[in-house]
């Protein structure tokens, strides 16, 4: 299993990034996938989680309204499109797969900043 993230950066408050997270190693479609974020000095949290069709989609409260979970079941990559960031929105983001075992890519830094 392979998760690679991209799409970070930095961003002036109120506006918009889209992380991508590139899977490969297994069978993308069979899969839920989720977007986890790490502040300094806090603990990881789950941000948006998306069902394997693309059905069902759960978010954070704090990012409810303003984050967008999605994925392209053809391409196997899983997207987060985030708007009207915050600066408490600064945290790597990581991309995660359950298949068999928790999987996770190498995260992508976002500074929301001015």
């Known amino acids: 299993v392979q998760l690679v993230e991209s799409g970070g950066g930095l961003v002036q408050p109120g506006g918009s990034l889209r992380l991508s997270c590139a899977a490969s190693?297994?069978?993308?479609?069979?899969?839920?996938m989720s977007w986890y974020r790490q502040a300094p000095g806090k603990e990881r949290e789950l941000v948006a989680q998306?069902?394997?069709?693309?059905?069902?989609?759960n978010y954070a409260h704090s990012v409810k309204g303003r984050f967008t979970i999605s994925r392209d079941n053809g391409k196997n990559t899983v997207y987060l499109e985030m708007n009207s960031l915050k600066p408490e929105d600064t945290a790597v983001y990581y991309c995660?797969?359950?298949?068999?075992?928790?999987?996770w890519g190498q995260g992508t830094q976002v500074t929301v900043s001015s």
């Open positions: 998306i069902s394997n069709g693309g059905g069902i989609r």
């Open positions: 995660n797969a359950v298949v068999g075992t928790t999987h």
């Open positions: 190693g297994f069978r993308f479609s069979g899969y839920a």
